[in-house]
């Protein structure tokens, strides 16, 4: 092969190299909480405890069961996420606490006695858990899935 051939190819080797470096070009996006603001989700149902827990400070992952078909829930975050309104069932809540990419909203509008809705992220996806207080019961339900943002029209 003469020289201005090699030349050439060693000069489209490089542009090749240049062009498929990730680092100067595309990268993923992250989640963050702020994808939360003024936007509307899906919250699908992955696994719920089966019955009622009546005492104790947090619920054990070994409590929940997978479901299939589980409830779709839509959940709207308003006021820079410092509010979050669910439905089916009409619950509405404030944030309560935001602490390394975890919201707690305090459900306060819907349930008889409360609730709460955890947003986290993890593995660069957005999770929630949804759980339901009881009078006479610590926990009457809790469902935990994922949540997928619903494109704005």
Known sequence: ????????????????????????????????????DENTFLFVVEQKIEKSIIDGNSIDDSLYVEVENGETY????????????????ELSGSLESEENDILQYRIDEGYFAGGRFEVRIENNLLYGVLTEYGSGVWIVASEKGHLSQVPKK
């Open 1 to 36: 092969m003469n020289t201005f051939r090699k030349a050439v190819l060693l000069s489209w080797l490089i542009l090749m190299v240049i062009a498929c470096d990730n680092s100067n070009s595309y990268s993923e996006e992250k989640t963050s909480i702020e994808q939360l």
């Open 74 to 89: 839509t959940i709207s975050f308003s006021d820079a996420h410092k509010h979050v309104s669910i439905t089916p069932g």
